[in-house]
């Protein structure tokens, strides 16, 4: 018997060994020692010149304060509104939490590290955060009392991310700034701007208070008081912005998971195959015409029971709703048609009214991007569709750019403020076009197939330049990104020049499943073993065909980028993110009870 428990036996210890040794490779991961209070936040002076000035006190404003005043800058953080409070932006990817943690080291803001860990996050700053392990998709028929199994699946995550409950996220990070420096004034509307006419920016709040800075940034989001006061910033109708959308949400409580409504469909569970439940991620509900997001605050077991739900619709196939029918009437309304939707939401009660906007989108003429006395954040100089969750990411990739370039010497900055611009058109007309895509493909369930093929294959192209960074930054040089990587995004670079010809065949009245696919399984852009394979996670398996295709058939601008990475420290990396983020009272929880 002794030979035959020493396999079992062997491999246990093996396991105890290998954690051994990570716990020492990895040591007390600042991610989870407790931020340490100030007792005294700085209060503003009327008579001080400030370094900057940032409009908008939400994550945007709030990370890129902390990050300003690390490069020694004396920040001045305004808002019309106070905390804890209402925002959208609540779903974290693995992209979203590679820059917090690229944020985090190079500007030595651990808490930032923290943000993308559920655990860490609950046990730091919110015992309202949830669990994100998937994205998961399940496609709708107009009357349909049973969706197709074929068309319901999760796309598993590498490693666990969070859903974050925002008002006490945003609250968090705003005392943050603060502990730091950072001098706020809260709940207050600028009444008067004055940019790029005197020696320095002068800013008059309604409450009478003035202030002065050398720069100003606005982080505020559409209603960017920028907008309104330099003349003619924003393009109309959106310029060539190809997605028209609007939204209608609330956070809900009563709603019941999407796995108990499937599994009461049958008297067996719902043949889907998947490794984790729906109500472990990010549903999206997807009909033609639009798409829905759920995102649970309630199942990581913490103290929040809400859960964020949202429409959003494509204007030309659901067009405004009359002026006399409420927004909680025209959610009724949408509900009774679906009603494989309608069942997860029998019980639901909103916690607070329902919000509905018109178009989603807006942009900023290229020039008016920035001037010599002011810039604008990503959220201020467009707005693009939430579909595939990545605001996060843009905000904190055009933050980090925004923030080297305030702390640059002064020659350095109108250089960096230009590929600042430059990159949030191009991520913001790219996000747009992807999401274009999928709006195009929800006619068709297999074309929308195709769609999430194109979206998964167009991340992992964006995944790699920012370990290239990760790498640039742990070598000691500027976290920039090289000029290789913004031209493949740019007017003729190979990201723009493919995804163009995709949106052009998709337009066409004659398109066809066998079509699309075609040019995409030919794409030097797009990884084939994604367009040719079923829907599974990102396994390692497929990263490291996706890698091999990379170096070796992409495209060539591609291909020299894939090339720069230091393949072995980029999987030290990854497993360092495993360990960290790997939450063992969780994982015993899914695998000894049900749902």
Not at 283 to 289: N, Q
Not at 329 to 341: G, K, N, R, S, T
Not at 504 to 517: G, K, Q
Not at 526 to 531: A, S
Request: proline residues 5%; aromatic residues 10%.
């Amino acid at each position: 018997a002794l030979p035959i428990l020493a396999i079992p036996l062997s491999g246990a210890l093996l396991i105890g060994v290998l954690a051994i040794i990570l716990y020492v490779w990895i040591p007390t991961d600042p991610l989870i020692v407790v931020h340490e209070r100030s007792k005294h936040w700085r209060s503003c002076q009327s008579d001080e010149i400030y370094d900057v000035a940032i409009l908008g006190g939400g994550f945007a404003g709030t990370s890129l304060a902390s990050m300003l005043r690390k490069g020694n800058k004396t920040v001045l953080l305004i808002d019309s509104n106070t905390h804890p409070r209402f925002a959208l932006g609540e779903s974290i990817i693995p992209p979203s939490s590679k820059w917090l943690d690229l944020i985090g080291h190079h500007w030595d803001l651990p808490v930032l590290r923290g943000l993308f860990t559920p655990t860490i996050n609950r046990n730091m700053l919110s015992k309202s955060s949830g669990i994100k392990n998937n994205f998961g998709y399940v496609y709708h028929r107009p009357g349909e009392e049973q969706p197709s199994p074929k068309y319901a699946f999760t796309y598993n995550l590498q490693f666990e991310e969070a859903h974050m409950y925002r008002a006490d996220t945003d609250a968090f990070l705003a005392s943050y700034a603060m502990d730091l420096g950072t001098c706020a004034s809260f709940g207050t509307k600028v009444q008067e701007l004055k940019v790029e006419t005197e020696e320095n920016v002068q800013i008059v709040l309604q409450n009478g208070q003035k202030y002065q800075a050398r720069f100003l940034v606005d982080a505020a989001g559409f209603g960017s008081p920028l907008a309104k006061t330099i003349p003619n910033m924003r393009i109309p109708n959106a310029g060539n912005m190809k997605t028209t959308s609007r939204t209608l949400f609330t956070h809900l409580h009563g709603v019941i998971p999407y796995d108990l409504v499937l599994n009461s469909l049958n008297s067996s569970s719902y043949p889907i195959k998947r490794s984790y439940r729906f109500h472990e991620g990010t549903l999206h509900h997807v009909f033609d015409g639009g798409w829905m997001w759920v995102i649970p605050f309630d199942n990581g077991g913490g103290s929040q029971r809400a859960v964020s739900v949202g429409v959003n619709f494509d204007t030309s196939r659901w067009p405004d709703t009359p002026e006399n029918q409420s927004p909680q009437e025209e959610w009724d309304a949408f509900l009774a048609q679906f009603p494989a939707v309608q069942a997860q939401f029998k019980h639901a009660q909103p916690l607070m009214p329902w919000i509905r906007t018109k178009r989603l989108q807006w942009t900023t003429y290229p020039e008016k991007l920035h001037g010599k006395q002011y810039a604008l954040s990503m959220h201020a100089a467009m707005g693009i569709d939430a579909l595939y969750s990545r605001g996060l990411y843009n905000a904190l990739a055009i933050n980090h750019m925004l923030a080297l370039s305030l702390t640059a010497p002064s020659a350095e900055r109108d250089k960096l403020l230009d590929l600042t611009g430059e990159h949030i058109l191009q991520l913001g007309e790219l996000n747009d076009k992807i999401i274009y895509i999928s709006y195009l493909s929800y006619r068709d369930p297999e074309m929308w197939l195709l769609a999430i093929k194109c979206w998964r294959s167009l991340s992992f192209v964006h995944a790699v330049p920012l370990v290239w960074l990760q790498q640039q930054d742990a070598e000691g040089k500027d976290m920039v990104f090289s000029r290789r990587y913004l031209d493949i995004l740019a007017e003729g670079g190979s990201i723009k020049t493919e995804v163009d010809e995709i949106i052009a065949l998709m337009e066409r009245s004659d398109a066809s499943y066998d079509m699309v696919y075609d040019r995409m399984k030919n794409s030097t852009v797009l990884c084939p073993h994604i367009v040719t394979n079923d829907l599974p996670g990102l396994t390692a398996h497929a990263i490291k065909t996706c890698i091999g295709w990379m170096r070796l058939e992409a495209h060539p601008e591609l291909r020299s980028i894939a090339n720069d990475i230091n393949l072995f420290g980029t999987v030290m990396e990854a497993l360092k993110t495993a360990w960290k983020s790997f939450n063992i009272p969780y994982f015993l929880a899914r695998h000894t009870q049900s749902i």
